[in-house]
């Protein structure tokens, strides 16, 4: 069933950061938003493109050859196999679109892992 979504009282209905949570789905990939705060960890995606698209705040996603600023209403897509850290210095809202199952951290099992991320 199809229904708008308000983004703003999604990204308000949780406090936790880095923490992906699930909009809607576009065919086989899911609309993600989550919240970012600090620096969460470096990693790749082996077979996805990762694309971020920043709601609210600034978002800086290091590289090993470079670093980009991402402001609000700014997109980047880190190719597959690229490794990169996400990290932030105030709160940023961030929405991302990518392939069903694809694991937030990557090739990295930590402690910011989400196996399974919550529809909201």
């Known amino acids: 069933m199809n229904k708008k ?3 703003k009282k ?3 209905s949780f406090s936790e950061y880095w ?3 699930i ?15 600090g620096e ?14 920043i709601i609210k705040g600034q978002l800086h996603i290091k590289m090993r050859d470079e ?3 991402l402001n609000e209403g700014e ?5 597959r196999g690229v490794e990169h850290l996400p990290y932030t210095i105030e709160e940023a809202h961030v929405l991302l ?7 937030n951290t990557g090739n990295k099992n930590t402690d910011k892992t989400v196996e399974t991320p919550e529809w909201i």
């Open 5 to 7: 979504v308000d983004i």
């Open 97 to 103: 679109l990518e392939p069903k199952g694809v694991l």
């Open 67 to 69: 670093e980009v600023v």
């Open 40 to 53: 969460f960890v470096w990693h790749h995606h082996e077979n996805e493109d990762e694309f971020f698209l």
């Open 19 to 21: 923490t992906p949570k």
């Open 10 to 12: 999604k990204f308000d």
């Open 75 to 79: 997109f980047f897509v880190v190719p």
């Open 23 to 37: 909009l809607g789905e576009v065919n086989d990939s899911y609309v993600k938003i989550f919240k970012a705060k």
